[in-house]
C-alpha cells in the first residue's frame, strides 16, 4: 500500500499542466483578447479585458478546457448596453479567431466560444470598486486577485489535489445539479488550512450548521454565532473574503458537505490514488436489468419528459422541484418510495426514476375518521358512508380505539393511474408544470424500463443509475479493501 504522500506525489503529476498546455491555454487567450479589444475600439469603446477563473490563478488541472474572460465596462453605462454591447463584441471576436458560439446566461445573457477545442465564457461585467459590486459577476476579478495574492506554489499544488481529490469522490461543482464545492471554495480552503491535508484533518471536524469559517476575521465569535441564523439554510458557512456578507459555501448541501467528510477521514486512514481517479463505474445492462430488478422485489418507475429549453440551473432547479413533488404525490397516495434520481442531457429529456415498494395497491384502504363525541364532523362523516357513499364502502363504520373507522374503495391503486389523473397535484417548477398539463410525459414501469435503458445505454444514465443501485461509493470500496488487505498482511 502506498503512503500518502506518495499517492500525492503521483496525483500532481497527473494533475499538473505540462507547458505545452500552458503554451496552447495562452496563445488562445492571447489571440482572443486582442480581437475582443480590437472589436471593442471598432464600436468606440475602451473595456478592460481580463482573464478569471482557475487559469488565471494557476489553480487548474491538466486537461481542463474551460476559460473564463471577462469584459469590463465603466460603471456608468447602463446594464441594457453593457448586455447589448458585451454579446455583440463576443461573438465578433469568437468568429475572428475561428470559433463557434451560442448565448446563454447566469444573471445577465454571456457568450459561450468553443475555439480549438476548448470552452472559452466571455463576460461582459462593470468595472468597479469591492464595495460597489452591481451584478454577482462584478465580484469574480476580486476573487481571482485576492486568491493570486494568497497562494504560493505549493498551495497551487494543493488546490489541485484538492480539486481533483472532490472531483473523484463526486463532490466538485457549485452548480445546482451537483450542490457541491466550487473551485473557488477549494482555493479558500487551501488558503485557511495551509495545504491540502490540512484541509481534510479539519473538515473531518465541520459540524453541520455549526462552523462558520471567517479567513479574514471579518466577525467576533458572537457575530459569527448570529451569522448561523442568517445564513441557516447553508450547512457549511464561510465568508468571502472579497464580500463578508456572502457565504462563498452556499452552494454545498447537506448531502455533499457530509460525502467530503467521509471520504477525508477514510483517505487519511487509506490513503489510494483511486480516491482521485476511481474505476469506471459498472453498467447497467438492460440483460441484467430483470434479475436485478426481480431480485430486490421492488418496483421501478421511470417518468420520462421533454427538456425545457433553459440554462442548466435554472433546469436542475425545476427538475429537482419536480422529483421532491413527484415523491411527496407518490406517498401521499400511498406509494411507499426506496429511493429516487433525477437525469437530464439537458437538451432534448429529462428522466424522474424511483424504486416504491409496489406498482398496485390493495383495493380496499383503512381510512379513520374524527374522534367519538366531535360534534359536527362525527355526524358528517356517518352521513358520509352510511348514505352518500355507502356503495364506496367494504366496512364500517365502526368505532376503534376512540374514533370513528371505515374501510373503503381507495381513489387509486395503480401507479401509472396516478401519474396520467393527478401528476399536476405535485409541485413543479414552472416549465416542467407545463409539460404534465399538456400532458407530454410519458410513464414506465418494471419491464418497460428496458426501453429506457436501451436507449441510454452508454450515456449518464445509465452510470448514475447503476451507482444508485449498487448502494455505496467507489472510494468507500476502495477504502474497506485496503483495510482487508492489510489485516491479511498482519495475519500472514
Given at each position: ?77 447602463p446594464e441594457d448596453f453593457i448586455r447589448k454591447y458585451g454579446l455583440l ?129 471579518y466577525y467576533s465569535q458572537q457575530e459569527l454565532r448570529r451569522l448561523r ?190 401519474l396520467s389523473e393527478r401528476s399536476l397535484e405535485a409541485k413543479h417548477g ?63
Amino acid at each position: 500500500m502506498l503512503g500518502v504522500e506518495e499517492v500525492l506525489k503521483e496525483v500532481l503529476v497527473k494533475v499538473t499542466p505540462r507547458r505545452e498546455e500552458y503554451e496552447k491555454v495562452w496563445s488562445l487567450i492571447t489571440r482572443l483578447c486582442d480581437k475582443l479589444k480590437g472589436v471593442a475600439e471598432e464600436h468606440s469603446l475602451k473595456i478592460d479585458v481580463e482573464i478569471e477563473g482557475s487559469v488565471a490563478k494557476d489553480t487548474w488541472l491538466a486537461g481542463n478546457r474551460d476559460i473564463d474572460i471577462f469584459m469590463l465596462f465603466p460603471k456608468s453605462l447602463p446594464e441594457d448596453f453593457i448586455r447589448k454591447y458585451g454579446l455583440l463584441i463576443a461573438r465578433e471576436a469568437v468568429k475572428r479567431v475561428g470559433g463557434s458560439y451560442y448565448e446563454t446566461y447566469a444573471y445577465h445573457p454571456y457568450i459561450k466560444g468553443l475555439i480549438e477545442g476548448y470552452e472559452v465564457d466571455i463576460v461582459p461585467a462593470y468595472r468597479v470598486e469591492p464595495h460597489e459590486v452591481l451584478t454577482p459577476v462584478d465580484r469574480t476579478p476580486y476573487h481571482t486577485r485576492y486568491v493570486i495574492s494568497k497562494l504560493t506554489q505549493d498551495m497551487k499544488n494543493d488546490v489541485r489535489l484538492l480539486k481533483q481529490f472532490m472531483k473523484g469522490i463526486g463532490v466538485y461543482g457549485a452548480e445546482i445539479k451537483v450542490g457541491g464545492f466550487s473551485g473557488y471554495l477549494c482555493e479558500l480552503l487551501v488558503i485557511h488550512y495551509g495545504s491540502f491535508l490540512n484541509v481534510l484533518r479539519n473538515a473531518m471536524e465541520w459540524r453541520p450548521w455549526r462552523t462558520v469559517i471567517d479567513i479574514e476575521g471579518y466577525y467576533s465569535q458572537q457575530e459569527l454565532r448570529r451569522l448561523r441564523k442568517v445564513f441557516g439554510n447553508s450547512p457549511l458557512i464561510i465568508i468571502d473574503p472579497v464580500d463578508k456578507t456572502r457565504n462563498a459555501a452556499a452552494a454545498v448541501s447537506l448531502q455533499r458537505l457530509c460525502e467530503f467528510k467521509a471520504a477525508a477521514r477514510m483517505f487519511l486512514e487509506n490513503p489510494s490514488i483511486e480516491f482521485f481517479f476511481p474505476p469506471p463505474p459498472k453498467l447497467l445492462k438492460p440483460e441484467d436489468y430483470e434479475r436485478l430488478r426481480l431480485r430486490r422485489g421492488s418496483t421501478f418507475l421511470v417518468i420520462e419528459i421533454p427538456c425545457p429549453k433553459l440554462p442548466p440551473d435554472i433546469l436542475w432547479g425545476e427538475v429537482y422541484r419536480s422529483l421532491r413533488g413527484l415523491r411527496r404525490l407518490l406517498e401521499k397516495y400511498e406509494f411507499s418510495v426506496l429511493s429516487q434520481l433525477a437525469w437530464s442531457d439537458e437538451k432534448s429529456v429529462v428522466l424522474f426514476f424511483y424504486e416504491v415498494h409496489s406498482d398496485k395497491l390493495p383495493v380496499v384502504e383503512k381510512h379513520v375518521g374524527p374522534p367519538i363525541g366531535a360534534g359536527e364532523r362525527e355526524e358528517s362523516f356517518l352521513r358520509k358512508y352510511l348514505i352518500e357513499n355507502a356503495e364506496e364502502v367494504f366496512a364500517g363504520p365502526f368505532i376503534e380505539g376512540g374514533s370513528w373507522i371505515v374501510f373503503k374503495r381507495r381513489k387509486i391503486s395503480d401507479l401509472k393511474t396516478l401519474l396520467s389523473e393527478r401528476s399536476l397535484e405535485a409541485k413543479h417548477g414552472t416549465h416542467i408544470r407545463e409539460i404534465f398539463a399538456k400532458k407530454q410525459h410519458r410513464v414506465y414501469v418494471n419491464e418497460e424500463v428496458e426501453e429506457i435503458l436501451r436507449r441510454h445505454e452508454r450515456d449518464d444514465f445509465n452510470v448514475r443509475l447503476s451507482q444508485l443501485l449498487s448502494g455505496t461509493y467507489s472510494w468507500l470500496k476502495v477504502a474497506c479493501e485496503e483495510v482487508v488487505n492489510e489485516e491479511k498482511h498482519v495475519g500472514n
